[in-house]
């Protein structure tokens, strides 16, 4: 059964591949090996230039917890509880408690992981959509609140 150079070529990705096919192809073979290497030039722009070291990352700063919209027509709540306290260490998705209206109760989660600094409305009173409700601190702000 006759097969095509094609098919005997490896599913490898980079100079490999071009090496191979041309390596199978009629004619190829006569170059010899120093005509398929890289000149002096590609290899030198194929080197990665030294990269300066990256700077040292800030601290990151507090997050707020928002209101979130809960509909068209709604555009206020009222805290139904919260399930943490301030100092409590919290992780990104953990539920913090709860807000309600008259068509519509939603739980609240953590956006970000870290440390509860601030509840910002307390339990059974009411914030507009956009309103911060908590706010959550890097993990190592819990020597800031005071704890």
Not at 40 to 62: A, F, N
Not at 72 to 95: I, P
């Amino acid at each position: 059964m006759f097969r095509s150079a094609r098919s005997r070529v490896p599913r490898v990705i980079g100079e490999s591949c071009l090496v191979a096919t041309l390596a199978l192809s009629p004619g190829v073979a006569s170059l010899g090996a120093e005509a398929l290497a890289p000149t002096p030039s590609e290899t030198r722009s194929q080197t990665p230039e030294p990269t300066s070291p990256s700077p040292t990352p800030e601290k990151r700063q507090d997050t707020n917890v928002v209101m979130p919209s809960l509909g068209e027509s709604v555009t206020e709540a009222t805290v139904g509880g919260w399930e943490v306290k301030v100092g409590e260490t919290v992780s990104d998705g953990d539920w913090l408690g709860s807000v309600e209206t008259d068509k519509v109760d939603m739980e609240i989660y953590a956006p970000v992981s870290g440390v509860v600094r601030e509840i910002v409305v307390g339990e059974g009173e009411t914030a507009k959509v956009g309103d911060v409700l908590a706010v959550i601190g890097p993990p190592d702000s819990s020597s800031r609140t005071g704890e």
